[in-house]
């Protein structure tokens, strides 16, 4: 996979930068402030697990970094763009650009080709058909799919479907891959493969990934843990070989 | 995004349901050919009418003996009635400025006999005008001319239809005919003008000088005019000429104001266009309920869509997640609407034609398909697409990507 154009960031900038990130949903007169000024950073190649109950703001954080959202407050740069002050059109460009999308419940297009679907991306990216072909084949190939770019998502099994939206996911060469709960609706043996392969792709491809989980055993591939609480960051650090599930069930005792 | 890729992508979704494109399809169909076979129907008549005025003759004016219900015919009429003079058509030719040519016509039937050939046919006596009066041609031979007509020569113009049944092929002109037991020469054919539009073969006559029909083949000693025919010398000219040729003829026989006529003059082009205006109206009538149809189709194209962007709202999500704009999406299903109409157009159009062809056969009019009801019906139905698609393409356009890839 060739080199990615970085801009003029230098390759040790963050891909991912948010500074003081509020995010205020309004229902009628409810307010929910979803994020209460959030400020991280993500490198390059880094392997991110994002952990949290539901209702700490992960999802929203998720959202946010995915582009799908707009920020309330705060300043958002994803590899060297400032998106906070994005229309939806040059939102749906970046997404499309800059980030791979893997979801829990697969999401590819029904009734259309393991291919088509990965080709998809780069036809709304405006990619020559002879390339885009050329390139979801290779991506199909890098997940182990290669025969199977002519069956139908309902003709593929669950892990099988997920390493597809996994192959459309980094065809396009994205800035990072965010993966929204993956492995979710998968058996443990298949999601110990589907996690595998996201390891594989980090460690050989260096490619930044953020995984939105609540289940520790899948928290545990990545390489750093950020657990949100109530609309802000509550821990973040490394994730050593000495944790297992149960140091990552728990935020560790805080000192002070 | 590639403009082919839109199409492409809109195919594919639409053959994914291929029944429900179908279905939604065949209002299209019924609606663009129902206005095709309608209109060509309506425009078929209204053909058949301008037919009929081209075969009277442009800016013709007939003026009818006999208290304006004596139809002239061939059968012998009492003296009253007629009530036309050689001296009534001197003061037309004279005296009314908008007419340009007046031909006095007297009518006869009789059997032609040509060697062991015979057939029985209609005789219309006029001066040497007749042809350009009626808009005539000759085929073959000449017209007979003014001294013709002063002499009562037995000459005899025939009809393509009388002709070819009496001379089977062979030259007619120049050969001598027995009509009634006396000879005529034949001096030419008349070019053929087929059927007039209530089926009557407008080639069965035979024209000669009205001198000669009156002289030789009616039995009346008072010389019979039947009708005066008129141009006039513009078609907006019919109108004064009508009212100047009844000043005239009621001052000629000395009818007193309100007492009835005993003529009647006939504009047929004031007919010919209430005709037209009655068919023309009658086409709109007929394009319009058809057009309901079409609307109809469209209303069902815009439903099924707005259903589609329903059951497809995780799709849109999905769409929108790696990266479609909401232009694309609305693209996309503008796309299908528009492809799905115009394929229904399409064969819509097919379908028109057949109908307007089996219709005309069935009523046995000449066969008219019109190529502008079927552009119109085509260019509508896809404007029917982008009308009715818009809304359901702008809704799925402006689907919020969050919500839409959680809908369940």
């Known amino acids: 996979m060739p080199e990615r154009e970085t801009g003029s960031s230098a390759s040790t900038a963050p891909v991912i930068q948010l500074r003081g990130v509020h995010k205020i949903y309004r229902t009628g007169e409810i307010e929910v402030h979803a994020l209460q000024g959030v400020s991280m950073d993500v490198k390059r190649g880094e392997f991110v697990a994002v952990m949290g109950p539901s209702g700490s703001g992960k999802s929203t954080m998720m959202n946010i970094i995915g582009c799908l959202d707009r920020l309330s407050g705060g300043t958002y740069i994803l590899d060297g763009i400032d998106v906070s002050t994005m229309s939806r059109n040059e939102l749906a460009d970046t997404r499309n650009q800059k980030i791979g999308f893997v979801f829990q419940a697969f999401n590819l297009i029904p009734r259309t080709s393991a291919l088509a679907n990965v080709e998809l991306p780069m036809v709304y990216a405006g990619v020559s058909p002879a390339e885009r072909t050329a390139r979801a084949r290779a991506a199909l190939e890098g997940v182990g799919l290669a025969e199977k770019e002519h069956s139908f998502p309902n003709q593929l099994s669950g892990g099988q479907q997920q390493r597809v939206a996994l192959a459309r996911a980094i065809a396009s060469n994205p800035a990072i891959i965010l993966a929204d709960e993956p492995t979710g609706a998968l058996d443990s043996k298949t999601a110990e493969e589907i996690m595998g392969m996201f390891q594989k792709l980090n460690r050989e491809r260096g490619i930044t990934i953020v995984l939105v989980t609540h289940e520790p055993d899948v928290a545990l591939h990545a390489k750093r843990l950020v657990r949100f609480k109530d609309g802000l960051i509550q821990e973040d650090r490394a994730i050593t070989p000495q944790d297992d599930i149960m140091t990552l069930l728990h935020p560790l005792e805080v000192h002070s | ?408």
């Open chain 2, 1 to 408: 995004m590639r403009f082919l890729d839109i199409q492409k992508m809109a195919v594919h979704a639409l053959g994914k349901n291929k029944i429900q494109t179908a279905l939604t399809m065949l209002g299209i169909v019924i609606g663009v050919s129902a206005v095709i076979a309608m209109v060509s129907l309506g425009q078929g008549a209204q053909k058949l009418v301008q037919d009929q005025v081209a075969g009277m003759g442009t800016n013709v004016l007939q003026v009818q003996g006999g208290g304006g219900w004596n139809s002239g015919g061939g059968a012998r009429q009492g003296n009253d009635q007629q009530s036309l003079t050689e001296g009534d058509v001197d003061a037309i030719t004279k005296e009314v400025p908008t007419v340009k040519l007046v031909t006095p016509i007297a009518q006869a039937q009789g059997q032609f006999v040509f060697g062991n050939q015979n057939w029985q046919s209609r005789v219309e006596g006029s001066n040497e005008h007749y042809l350009e009066i009626r808009g005539l041609k000759i085929d073959q031979g000449d017209f007979f001319t003014a001294l013709d007509v002063q002499t009562a020569r037995r000459v005899v113009v025939l009809g393509k239809t009388i002709a070819d049944n009496l001379f089977q092929g062979s030259e007619a002109v120049g050969q001598t005919i027995r009509i009634r037991n006396l000879p005529y020469q034949v001096i030419g054919v008349l070019a053929p003008k087929g059927q007039s539009a209530n089926g009557q073969d407008q080639d069965d006559i035979a024209i000669m000088p009205y001198t000669t029909v009156q002289k030789k083949m009616t039995n009346s000693a008072i010389p019979r005019i039947n009708r005066i025919t008129v141009s006039a010398i513009g078609a907006q000219a019919t109108g004064a000429a009508k009212d100047q040729i009844t000043e005239l003829l009621r001052e000629r026989h000395s009818i007193r104001p309100g007492q009835p006529e005993d003529f009647r003059v006939n504009n047929l082009t004031e007919v010919a266009e209430a005709a037209e205006a009655t068919t023309r109206v009658m086409t709109l009538l007929l394009g319009s309920i058809a057009a309901v149809s079409l609307l109809v189709g469209g209303i069902g194209i815009m439903n099924i869509m707005l259903v589609s962007v329903t059951e497809r709202t995780r799709e849109i999500g999905i769409r929108m997640a790696i990266g479609s704009r909401g232009s694309y999406i609305r693209m996309q299903f503008l796309a299908e609407s528009v492809i799905l109409c115009m394929l229904g157009g399409m064969i819509g159009v097919l379908v028109g034609i057949g109908l307007s062809l089996a219709i005309a056969r069935v009523m046995g009019w000449p066969s008219f398909v019109s190529p502008q009801a079927a552009s119109i019906a085509f260019a509508f139905s896809a404007a029917t697409g982008v009308f009715f698609g818009y809304y359901p393409a702008h809704k799925a356009a402006s689907l919020d990507p969050i919500e839409a890839l959680r809908y369940e």
